[in-house]
């Protein structure tokens, strides 16, 4: 809540702002406010919020240590305790409570107190803060996130579950949001430090660095620049920019015959690159017929699986063939390597003509 101490007789010491009070002739005053403790005649407003955490050791009159207060967003321990008695050390949620109000004893607040709030779970000292900068009204309606999911800019089947990408700039998409979602907030090291995007789906992300390897991406939505207030989520991603080595066709080689046309292009995988690989996938297949140029089979299809169909029917049939394969890892890498033959071999179908003599 918010309030405004505007009174000038008696002690402020004794006008307490939480109260609880279990019977008509008893009272607890449970948490109040002072001039020790920053308060006192000026009407200025300030924001107060108390919580408790039962996870806490049980305390004392003098160290409560199971009611935490906090002022103008800030944790201040145990902020304007007075009078514990046993009732610190249990949460009271049976009683009469009162803000204000001492019991009739003529120690009342003299003030103003505005944007009361209960809360049936406990608040973090996010929650407060940001409750203190933007307004109860702006946490009761904070946008919810279910799930994200990091751009994978590759989809083959031996890939892991991880998301890859060899491009700093990822897409991070959202989903199952609730209330309004205006920034989404992205960060590396939970929040530590963070970066605001206005809201889109997908947002664009630059990430923090170009070190290659595993990261977990985390993503937190919000209405209010500066303020993230949905639950985190978060999905690994691989960042690697190093393509694979080692790829090679073996076979096979030399003259042949084939009635159908199709030869069996086997291959060696290539070992992924880099000092944080994502994985090796497969092959891409190169060829060239008759010394002619050199094109990519099957329009750059990815090959996980040795030995590859190659069907020369489609390729114009027969003539001497030059193959070579590069790797392709899970970001999307190619090997680089030379266009060279890794094998040749010539392709000579048998075609029978017949001839109707009448």
């Given at each position: 809540?918010?309030?405004?101490v505007s009174g000038s007789s008696g002690a402020l010491q004794y006008r307490p702002f939480l109260n609880l009070q279990p019977s008509a002739n008893s009272h607890y005053p449970l948490a109040s406010l002072s001039t020790q403790s920053g308060m006192g005649n000026e009407n200025i407003w300030h924001h107060i919020a108390w919580s408790?955490?039962?996870?806490?050791?049980?305390g004392t009159q003098a160290q409560p240590n199971r009611i935490r207060g906090f002022h103008n967003g800030v944790y201040t321990?145990?902020?304007?305790?007075s009078d514990p008695d046993a009732n610190w050390n249990t949460a009271p949620v049976t009683e009469d409570w009162s803000l204000g109000y001492y019991g009739g004893d003529g120690r009342d607040l003299e003030g103003n107190l505005a944007e009361v709030a209960l809360f049936n779970v406990g608040l973090s000292d996010e929650d407060v803060e940001f409750i203190y900068n933007f307004g109860v009204e702006a946490f009761v309606s904070a946008p919810n996130l279910t799930g994200t999911d990091v751009f994978d800019s590759v989809t083959t089947d031996n890939c892991s579950p991880t998301s890859h990408t060899n491009d700093l700039?990822?897409?991070?998409?959202?989903?199952?949001?609730?209330?309004?979602?205006?920034?989404?907030?992205?960060?590396?090291?939970?929040?530590?430090t963070s970066t605001s995007i206005a809201y889109a789906n997908p947002v664009q992300y630059t990430l923090g660095s170009a070190t290659e390897g595993d990261r977990v991406i985390e993503v937190r939505l919000g209405e209010f620049d500066g303020a993230p207030a949905s639950d985190t989520v978060s999905d690994t991603i691989n960042y690697d920019a190093t393509g694979p080595t080692g790829s090679v066709v073996t076979g096979p080689s030399g003259s042949g015959v084939d009635v159908a046309g199709v030869v069996d292009v086997a291959f060696t995988a290539a070992t992924d690159g880099g000092a944080n690989p994502s994985g090796a996938t497969g092959v891409r297949?190169?060829?060239?017929?008759?010394?002619?140029?050199?094109?990519?089979?099957?329009?750059?299809?990815?090959?996980?699986?040795?030995p590859i169909s190659f069907d020369t029917n489609t390729l114009g049939g027969n003539g001497t063939y030059e193959v070579y394969c590069?790797?392709?890892?899970?970001?999307?890498?190619?090997?680089?390597?030379?266009?060279?033959?890794?094998?040749?071999?010539?392709?000579?179908?048998?075609?029978?003509e017949w001839m109707e003599i009448h």
């Open positions: 809540f918010e309030v405004q408790w955490d039962m996870s806490r050791p049980v321990d145990n902020f304007g305790a700039i990822v897409d991070i998409f959202t989903s199952g949001i609730t209330g309004t979602a205006n920034y989404v907030f992205v960060s590396e090291d939970s929040f530590a297949l190169w060829y060239r017929k008759d010394a002619g140029s050199w094109t990519l089979y099957n329009s750059g299809n990815v090959y996980s699986v040795s590069v790797g392709v890892d899970c970001a999307g890498n190619d090997e680089t390597k030379a266009q060279a033959a890794e094998q040749t071999f010539t392709v000579t179908a048998d075609v029978r």
